[in-house]
């Protein structure tokens, strides 16, 4: 059974920074990506990252791409979110999921491209 966990949310000022983590469990990632997603009220569910279990090239979201890694620990199986220079905008639940690499050639994926998926971790920045 395929798992995915998230933390570290929580509540951070403008202009600050957090590491959220994906503990992954359930499968023999090697074919797949763990992505990361985030979504405000009323919003779309939109991709921020997402990196190969066995490796390679990162290509985040234009739009966070300067405030956003992603980078594995392959000793405790969990992917990372490294997210600096917060802004209220950023708000919103974030969720990590997977889903196989081969679905996207750009490191960029849809929601469904993933085929399971985390209870999500809220990130609230103030202002």
Not at 6 to 18: D, R, T, Y
Not at 29 to 37: K, L
Not at 105 to 122: A, C, H, I, P, Q
Request: a neutral charge; aromatic letters at 12%; glycine letters at 10%.
């Amino acid at each position: 059974q395929v798992q995915l966990e998230e933390s570290g949310g929580g509540l951070v000022q403008a202009g600050g920074s957090l590491r959220l983590s994906c503990a992954a469990s359930g499968r023999n990632f090697n074919s797949y990506v763990i992505a990361w997603f985030r979504q405000a009220p009323g919003q779309e569910r939109d991709f921020i990252a997402a990196i190969r279990w066995n490796g390679g090239t990162t290509r985040p979201a234009e739009s966070v791409k300067d405030r956003v890694t992603i980078s594995r620990d392959s000793d405790k199986d969990i992917v990372y979110l490294h997210m600096s220079t917060l802004k209220p905008e950023d708000s919103a639940v974030y969720y990590c999921a997977t889903g196989l690499a081969a679905y996207s050639d750009s490191f960029r994926y849809r929601e469904n491209d993933m085929d399971y998926w985390g209870k999500g971790t809220l990130v609230t920045v103030s202002s």
